[in-house]
């Protein structure tokens, strides 16, 4: 089940990847775009996940049901 250290988990991946990217990029006249591209995809995928989420563990409107009667609970 998800908890807490799975943000962190995540960072990790991400600058480890972007590090990875970093080094091994293709070098010649394009090697400052690719650094950027491939660093960038991973830092915008990351933080789309936390959002994503983040927003599913800790929810900011709970659903309410508008179809049950006054008084009943069920259990």
Known sequence: MAN???IIIGLIFTVV???LAWVFAPKGEN???WRSTLVLSFASCYIMW???FLSQWHP???PKRTDMRVGY???
Do not use: Q
């Open 4 to 6: 807490g250290w799975s």
């Open 17 to 19: 990847a972007s590090v």
């Open 73 to 75: 609970h069920p259990e």
């Open 60 to 62: 900011l409107i709970a």
């Open 31 to 33: 090697h400052t775009v």
């Open 50 to 52: 936390a959002i994503t």
